[in-house]
């Protein structure tokens, strides 16, 4: 969906990216850590052409991005900011209606399809017609993020877009767009200086510093092999272990059929949460439930270690 | 311990100048200045009760400042505007009665002062008592009320700027409309050319530094000298171009005026649309660049509307302005409310100076709410 080859942007000689090559591919939730000041949100810019580059080529769905018309390569490609920058003076609906308007959708077409957004944000139905300030910063986010995705694009930019928000929101949030990516399949590329943010969501990550990317690679392959020391001390140092846990899931290790004593666990709980909840009730072993409650199985620290 | 200070001056000044100034000044006729006339002989009788809502306002110093306190004092304030202006008209009816026709009877300082000081404790209590412009123009109006209504019951009649107006009315209509119509038509071109230029110094920061020093330049050439300067190159071109002064423009009259009330016009519009513009927040602009909107599309659809605020601020203040500083026009030969009043300068009459001084200073007054009005609309529509 997206290829970057040999891609660098010099500035005042300084190199701000660095003879970048990767491609994303359709369906992929993509996320570019570093660093700030590493050049991620600088490559992110890139690819909607809010930022130029000296050398190399970006194809966005087959086609170099400069063979597009500048507006109608943004309106095909969602983005989303941590300061959301919604329009003060426009309701929410006339927010998320942005880009379907400049590409001049029908009217009932444009309020169904703002209805289906706040649905799958999950926003009042009511909101539609709330200036930006009566919401909170969560639901501006939401907002935001609905807006991004108005025009059903082929990609979804989003720039740290939970990092100004509390803990607890964030949180929320990032449920919220795992659960999108997975309902829409759209191909998102994020950028986060967040390693936990970036290990829950991506399907691939890549780590880049001081303009160059380093590594890229699935969660787990960049916990278990980090390429150098820069990537081991920014997935966690010696955390990795933790981090592991965190990445994978109570159903991977349960015993089938047996059972145990102890609060039970969800299958699709991180093992991390099982092994918080077995310290917690000083166990050794948990009973595992699926979503409907039915028991699975037991799980034991004793397999936790397995490679 | 006064909780209301301003008031409690306001009513000491008020006081003075009740017992220390003439209420009235009675002159024998037109060229001889007058005699004062105190205070004590308006309110001879029992007419003393019309200072009493005046005195009601004393007790308002020492009360909480709370909403009830305030709406007392525009009750008790309001109706004092209205019973001086009685009082007024009283005492000049009895003066005239008992003199001869040609005498004249002005409003003395001390009349001024009081009104003045009543009208001022007003505004205060209104600005505080209400929050939302709209409101506070419907008060200031309701509140006028009791003094209109003495006004029109033509009670003033026998004071001599009421028979001023009475010779020159036809006059003063005229000089009004003038007046609107030279403020506006500096208005016009000066939105029209300076909204424009507002926008390029807010995109060209290396234009900014430039054009602002022009425009201050302007601002600093004293108004009587720029009307006198702009009479010069007019009427050359007058002459060159015979067509032109048919169509109005030479050297003297309309066009200088405009012209130079235009320039003045020019600073505070360019920069209130420049600060609006560059008011709008960055992440506004990223995210309407990141959506594909067009550089246009960016400049209607959001900045201009975002400056909006700031934009009708600039132009409150060009127009309170433009309304005095067309005074001047009348230098000029254009005509409008500055004529009637040099005239009264000149002829040392001061009733036709006030002639031309009052519907200035009310039209600058409701220009200022009107346009405080719109920007309170404007904006609360996003709160």
């Known amino acids: ?210 303009g160059r990317l380093v590594q890229i690679g699935s969660p787990i392959a960049l916990v278990r092999e980090p390429a150098d020391d820069f990537v081991r001390a920014f997935v966690g140092g010696d955390d990795r272990g933790i981090k592991l846990l965190s990445l994978e899931t109570a159903a991977e290790r349960v015993r089938a059929g047996e059972s145990a004593p102890g609060p039970p666990i969800r299958a699709d709980a991180p093992l991390s949460r099982a092994l918080s909840l077995m310290i917690e009730h000083a166990t050794d072993r948990l009973p595992v439930i699926d979503a409907s409650g039915r028991p699975l199985g037991a799980l034991h620290l004793a397999d936790f270690p397995r490679q | ?72 004092v525009i009750a008790c304030a309001s109706l004092f505007l209205a019973a001086l202006l009685w009082l007024a008209g009283d005492a000049a009816a009895r003066l005239a009665a008992a003199g001869s026709q040609m005498a004249r009877i002005s409003l003395g300082a001390g009349f001024w002062l009081l009104f003045a000081t009543a009208a001022l404790a007003l505004s205060d209590a209104v600005r505080r008592a209400f929050r939302s412009p709209l409101t506070r123009i419907a008060v200031g109006f309701a509140a006028a009320l009791p003094a209109l209504a003495v006004i029109a019951s033509g009670h003033l009649d026998r004071l001599a700027i009421a028979r001023e107006y009475a010779a020159a009315h036809e006059l003063v209509g005229i000089a009004v409309v003038r007046h609107i119509e030279l403020v506006l038509g500096a208005l016009a071109p000066t939105l029209a050319i300076g909204l424009p230029l507002g926008v390029l110094a807010a995109r060209r920061p290396r234009l900014r530094a430039p054009l602002f020093s022009a425009l201050n330049v302007i601002q600093t050439i004293p108004s009587i000298a720029m009307f006198g300067l702009l009479m010069a190159p007019l009427a050359a071109i007058a002459e060159f171009a015979p067509a032109l002064p048919r169509l109005g423009i030479s050297g ?99 009733d036709q100076v006030l002639l031309g001084v009052i519907p200035i200073v009310l039209m600058a007054m409701l220009a200022d709410a009107a346009m405080s009005a719109l920007v309170a609309l404007v904006q609360q529509q996003r709160q």
């Open chain 2, 252 to 350: 003297i009259g309309v066009a200088p005026a405009i012209i130079a009330l235009f320039l003045y016009a020019l600073l505070p519009i360019v920069r209130n649309a420049a600060a609006g513009l560059a008011s709008v927040p960055h992440a506004v602009l990223e995210a309407a660049r990141g959506m594909g909107m067009t550089r246009r599309q960016i400049l209607w659809r959001a900045e201009l509307p975002l400056a909006l605020p700031v934009i009708l601020s600039g132009v409150r203040i060009t127009l309170v302005q433009l309304i005095g500083l067309a005074v001047l026009a009348a230098l000029v030969g254009a005509g409008g409310l500055g004529a009637i009043m040099f005239q009264g300068l000149f002829a040392d009459a001061l």
């Open chain 1, 1 to 210: 969906m997206i290829e970057f080859e040999d891609v660098s942007k010099s500035f005042d000689g300084a190199k701000a990216v660095d003879r970048l090559s990767f491609t994303v591919a359709a369906g992929e939730f993509f996320v570019l850590i570093g660093p700030s000041g590493c050049g991620k949100s600088t490559t992110l810019k890139m690819i909607n052409r809010l930022e130029d580059y000296t050398s190399g080529h970006i194809r966005f769905a087959g086609k170099d991005i400069t063979e597009y018309p500048v507006e109608a390569l943004r309106r095909r490609i969602g983005y989303a900011i941590q300061s959301v920058g919604l329009f003060p003076h426009w309701t929410v609906e006339q927010n998320i209606a942005t880009v379907p308007r400049l590409l001049r959708w029908p009217r009932p077409r444009i309020r169904d399809r703002v209805a289906e957004l706040l649905r799958l944000l999950r926003l009042d139905d009511d909101s539609r017609h709330r200036y930006p300030h009566q919401l909170s910063g969560g639901q501006q986010q939401r907002v935001g993020v609905a807006r991004a995705l108005a025009a059903d694009p082929d990609v979804l930019l989003m720039d740290e877009p939970f990092g100004a928000l509390d803990p607890v929101t964030r949180e929320a949030l990032q449920s919220e767009i795992a659960r999108i990516h997975q309902e829409t399949k759209k191909t998102i590329v994020f950028v986060t200086h967040d390693m936990q943010e970036a290990l829950r969501l991506a399907s691939r990550i890549a780590i880049m510093n001081r």
């Open chain 2, 1 to 72: 311990m006064p909780r209301n200070r301003v008031l409690l001056l306001l009513f000491a000044i008020g006081s003075i100048a009740a017992f220390a100034l003439a209420f009235l000044t009675l002159a024998p006729n037109r060229l001889v200045s007058g005699a004062p006339i105190p205070l004590s002989y308006a309110i001879n009788g029992a007419r003393w009760l019309a200072l009493l809502p005046g005195a009601a306002l004393l007790p308002a110093a020492f009360l909480r400042r709370r909403r009830p306190t305030q709406v007392y």
